[in-house]
């Protein structure tokens, strides 16, 4: 899979363009912080990523539709991971603190995620 760093100067377009070609998408979160994984039980359907600043919006549908807003503040770093046929895989935030949190969407080859 490749890794692909997003430069600061791209982000508001690029997450527009993310945000439109994976809309709908089945994706949950992962968070790695010194030392500890928190790993999302349910998984939800991806509606929009967008950045003000250096805080990081995402929407997204959890069961039943019922829509939620993740924020992630502190952004410093934005890196995606593309699967084997060049979908998009993983959306990845850095923090000021070193903090990742990552955005793990349904694959496009196999189902999973």
């Given at each position: 899979?490749?890794k692909?760093?997003?430069?600061?100067?791209?982000?508001?377009?690029?997450?527009?363009?993310?945000s439109s070609?994976?809309?709908?998408?089945?994706?949950r979160f992962?968070?790695?912080?010194?030392?500890?994984?928190?790993e999302?039980?349910?998984?939800?359907?991806?509606?929009?990523?967008?950045i003000?600043g250096?805080?990081?919006?995402i929407g997204?549908?959890v069961s039943?539709g019922?829509?939620?807003?993740?924020?992630?503040t502190?952004?410093?770093?934005i890196a995606?991971?593309?699967d084997?046929?060049?979908?998009?895989?993983?959306?990845?935030?850095m923090?000021?603190?070193?903090?990742?949190?990552?955005?793990?969407?349904?694959?496009?080859?196999?189902?999973?995620s």
């Amino acid at each position: 899979m490749d890794k692909k760093i997003i430069a600061p100067d791209e982000w508001n377009e690029y997450l527009a363009d993310f945000s439109s070609r994976n809309t709908c998408r089945r994706a949950r979160f992962e968070a790695f912080s010194r030392g500890s994984v928190v790993e999302e039980d349910e998984e939800a359907v991806f509606q929009s990523v967008s950045i003000s600043g250096d805080k990081v919006t995402i929407g997204r549908s959890v069961s039943g539709g019922s829509p939620t807003t993740d924020e992630i503040t502190g952004v410093h770093g934005i890196a995606v991971q593309l699967d084997s046929d060049g979908s998009d895989n993983t959306m990845e935030f850095m923090d000021i603190d070193g903090d990742l949190t990552v955005l793990h969407f349904e694959s496009k080859v196999d189902g999973e995620s």
